[in-house]
Structure formats: C-alpha cells, structure tokens
C-alpha cells in the first residue's frame, strides 16, 4: 500500500509519527493509499525549512522569482492530464472537470508572472522643500494554506503562487481525503527551480490544523473551508498575532425570471448545482423560480437532471462522479429524504443510484426538489451534494429577498434578458460574486475571490489585487538629501511640509 509522506525541504518526508489515514477512490470504495498524519513536530519542520528558505527567496530578485513561476506555468501546462487523473481518483471528480480547475489555478500562476507591474511602489517629489516620499511592499515570511478536499489543485493556486512570486515561503496543509496533488505540485515546483524549503507539504487533520494557527514562526494564514472553521480558524489565528484569510461556506441561489430562456436557464443551472457532483463552494444549490417561469423552468430541469450521466471519472462521456466519501453519500441521501418528509416534492430522486461494475463506489445520482420553503433543512443546510431545491417566489423584489436574508453570500446569479432588472439585482443582492445569465461566477485571476456575509470570516478574499495586499506588507519612506555644509535647522514642533 502506496503511503504518501509529507514533503519538507525539497523532498518526501516520512514525519514524526506513524500514525496515518486511508485515502479512498471514490468510484470503487477501495482504499488506494494512506496519507501520513502530522502533528507539531512536523509543522515546525516545515517552519524551520521555510524560515531558512526565507532569508534567501525573500532577497531574490523579481525577476528570479518570475521566472521560477514561469517555469512552473510551463509545466502545469505539461502535465495537466496527469494531475488531472490523480485528482479524478482521488476526489471522484471527472478528469476533464479536475483539468478544468487546474486551467483556473493556472489562470493565479500566471497572474504571478506579471507581479512586477503590480508591485511597483509609489513616488512623491518634493512633498516638502527637499523632501520625497516613496513606498514598497515587502513579504511577510513564512505563511501557510489550509485547504479543502473539493478542489486540491485550484484552491492551493489561488495562495501560494501570490505567496511565493511576492517573496514568501509557504506551508500548504491539503485535505487528507485528496493529499496527492499537493505533493505532485510541489515536485513541479522543484523541477521550475524553487530552492528547497520555500514551499512546503505537511499532511494531517485536527492537529496539523492547530499546530499551524498556533506557531509563532507562521506570520498569516489562508483558509478556504465551512464557515464553522473559518470562525475557528479565524479566531485562533488571529488570538496568535497572524494575518487571516478565512472563506466559509456558500448556499449559492439562481433567479429565473419570467423573460429568460428556460432551455438555456435550465442547462446551465443543471451544470452549476451537478457538476463536480454539487462538491464546489461556488455551487448553485438553489433555483429562485419568479412567477410563471416555474412551472416550465422545473419541467425542464426534469429532463435535465435526468440526462446527467453519472459514473466514474476517468470513464469517457461522465458528466458527474460520486461523492467524496460514503459518509458524504449517506449525508446527502438522508437531506433528500429529510426534505420529503417536510414536504418538498421529490422530483428526481438520485437516491440509491448503482453504476454498474462500481456497486461499492460512493455515488448517488442527481436530484430535484421542487415547492422547497427557506425553513426546510434542504433550504437552510449546505447540502455540498447534487441536490438542486426550487423555491417559487411572485417578484424578482421577493427573489432578493430570499438572498438577502440567507446567512450565506458566496454567490449569485440571475437569468434574465431585461438589462434593467439584471443591474436592480446585482446592485441589491448582498453577495460578493454574481453572475447574469453566468451561472458559476468565479472571478478571472486579477480580480479577488470572496464572498459576503457568512462565506467571508474577517475582510481579505483570495488572489488578485487581495492577495497581493495580503501576502505584503507596505513600507512608507520620507528621505531628504541635503547640500553638504548646508544645514536645516530642527525645531520640536510636529513636524509640517512648508
């Protein structure tokens, strides 16, 4: 049995315990390999490495670190199918939607290439008579990421290419449910020329998790995951003097208007809550369907879901794999069951599903609930399933509404051909990415990820011009040159330009 190490200073590391964890494919239910599971000992390993690797990488040129990243852009490009299958084996995910996450990972990396416009300081002449003022950015030092199972490449890009091209060292501490594409990165890295020690791999739950927000030698940590453990790692983090970047949970909606195009609203919005088998925080969980355009927009998300084909994902022509874990199968089936028994009318039911020659992977077919209410479970739960809930308002004001009062503000979208009511809904929904006719609204690169509400713990989104902000710190210097033997006198006032 394949166990896969940590990978600490440039290379594989066994860890300081022997204790470890079964990593599962999702299609078949076998266990494929075990992940170590660190501790302490391990997290301060990493930090003793990065703090070295710091005192080097942060005093690289830009152009140096430019290049590593350049580098690594090239081979991402290179071995995209093969990431991409092991993240399909090891998440459940297709490989062709796995290659889609590292395309929009890749987007940061290169985003990463150009930080020398970005990071261009300001410059002020003569703000007093002899007296300039100019400004830069400088890196933290070492800073880690805690990410979630659902996207074990994408959601690591987003941190540590910004972290790394800006003059940080890093700790990423993966899901242990998908462990092998952090380590698989980090070998990518070392063949685009990062010195050891700058990027770093500990594996391991609970207590990995805590030994990182508690470690001195870690100056900000970036966390993507449920909002319950972006509270707690916000709070513990910040308790220990570091910097915060926590992204909770998301119960994502789509408006239907009306005037849309039910064909097409229906298509995308069957993608959106199905694809990556609803196991995205970007997800759209909830149609708002407006006035008349219910009755047909359900019809057609019928037929749709219906038309899903679900099956393992490295298997030519899926559209959906199963679920990360058998206890997330069983979680999901039990809400669809949970929702009819609180009246929600069931009608697709993805309960049961059995692919053939895959009986004991963790799959569970899609499914549709219609006349969903915001005080049933299926309506107030992150589900993180393929589940899709319908609720039925009379106006788009009622719609906003619905958002509005929902603690989650990930993200939005609204299906419409009137301009007019798409620019009311985006200027009034109270949700930091929003998509019109766009189903999944995730941001391009040089713009930031975050949302609002209970999706965004604190004030700092992921990548873009944030991460960028996050990842520095700025310096002001106000510097006058006099004339030698040409003296200024000092007074004991405040000081004021004149």
């Given at each position: ?10 290379s ?31 997290v ?15 005093e ?20 995209e199918?093969?990431l991409g299958?092991i ?11 796995a290659?889609?996450?590292?395309v ?42 805690i ?6 490449a ?21 899901s ?43 100056e ?9 453990i ?6 513990r ?32 919005i069957?993608?959106g ?9 970007m ?31 490295d ?38 599903l059995k ?6 992977g ?10 969903v ?28 509404d619905?958002?509005n ?16 009511a798409a ?10 990415m ?12 040089y ?7 209970d ?21 002001v210097v ?11 006198a ?9």
């Amino acid at each position: 049995m394949n166990t896969i190490p940590h990978w600490i200073n440039g290379s594989p590391a066994e860890g300081s315990t022997t204790a470890t964890q079964p990593v599962h494919n999702p299609a078949t239910g076998a266990e494929r390999a075990r992940v170590v599971l660190g501790g302490g000992a391990d997290v301060d390993a990493a930090v003793r490495a990065a703090s070295a690797a710091f005192a080097t990488w942060s005093e690289s040129s830009l152009t140096t670190r430019t290049q590593v990243m350049f580098a690594f852009r090239q081979l991402l490009v290179e071995h995209e199918e093969e990431l991409g299958r092991i993240i399909s084996g090891e998440h459940g995910k297709t490989v062709d939607d796995a290659r889609g996450e590292i395309v929009r990972g890749r987007e940061v990396v290169e985003f990463a290439c150009g930080l020398g416009d970005v990071l261009k300081g300001d410059f002020s002449d003569q703000v007093s008579r002899g007296v300039d003022v100019h400004s830069f950015r400088q890196p933290l030092g070492v800073v880690a990421g805690i990410t979630p199972f659902n996207f074990p490449a994408m959601v690591p890009l987003w941190m540590h290419p910004i972290a790394l091209a800006t003059g940080n060292t890093f700790i990423l501490k993966p899901s242990e449910r998908d462990p092998s594409a952090a380590n698989f990165v980090a070998g990518l890295y070392r063949k685009a020329g990062l010195p050891d020690g700058v990027f770093n791999v500990v594996h391991g739950g609970k207590d990995a998790v805590d030994a990182i927000l508690d470690h001195p030698g870690i100056e900000a940590v970036s966390f993507v995951g449920s909002t319950p453990i972006a509270r707690y790692v916000h709070e513990r983090a910040t308790a220990a003097g570091k910097r915060v970047q926590a992204l909770g949970g998301a119960k994502n909606h789509a408006v239907v208007l009306p005037d849309a195009d039910l064909e097409f609203a229906a298509n995308h919005i069957t993608a959106g809550a199905y694809g990556s088998a609803g196991e995205r925080c970007m997800a759209l969980s909830v149609a708002v369907a407006v006035g008349e355009a219910a009755d047909g927009l359900v019809e057609v998300l019928r037929r749709k879901a219906r038309e899903v084909k679900v099956g393992p994902g490295d298997a030519p022509g899926t559209e959906m794999g199963p679920l990360v874990t058998r206890a997330a199968q069983e979680r999901v089936e039990n809400a669809v069951g949970t929702a009819a028994a609180q009246g929600a009318t069931v009608v697709v039911d993805g309960r049961g599903l059995k692919v053939a020659g895959h009986e004991d992977g963790f799959f569970t077919g899609p499914s549709l609930l219609d006349h969903v209410t915001t005080e049933m479970e299926a309506y107030r739960q992150e589900l993180f399933g393929p589940v899709l809930a319908v609720v039925r308002v009379d106006t788009l004001d009622a719609a906003i509404d619905v958002i509005n009062a929902n603690p989650y503000g990930n993200g939005t979208a609204v299906f419409t051909a009137s301009g007019e009511a798409a620019r009311r809904f985006q200027r009034s929904v109270k949700v930091g990415m929003i998509g019109v006719n766009v189903p999944v609204p995730v941001p391009m690169s040089y713009y930031s990820f975050g949302g609002w509400k209970d999706s965004l713990i604190g004030d700092s989104p992921v990548h873009g011009p944030e991460g960028i902000r996050f990842y520095t710190r700025p310096k002001v210097v106000t510097s006058r040159w006099p004339r030698q033997n040409h003296h200024v006198a000092a007074g004991f006032d405040f000081p004021t330009s004149d």
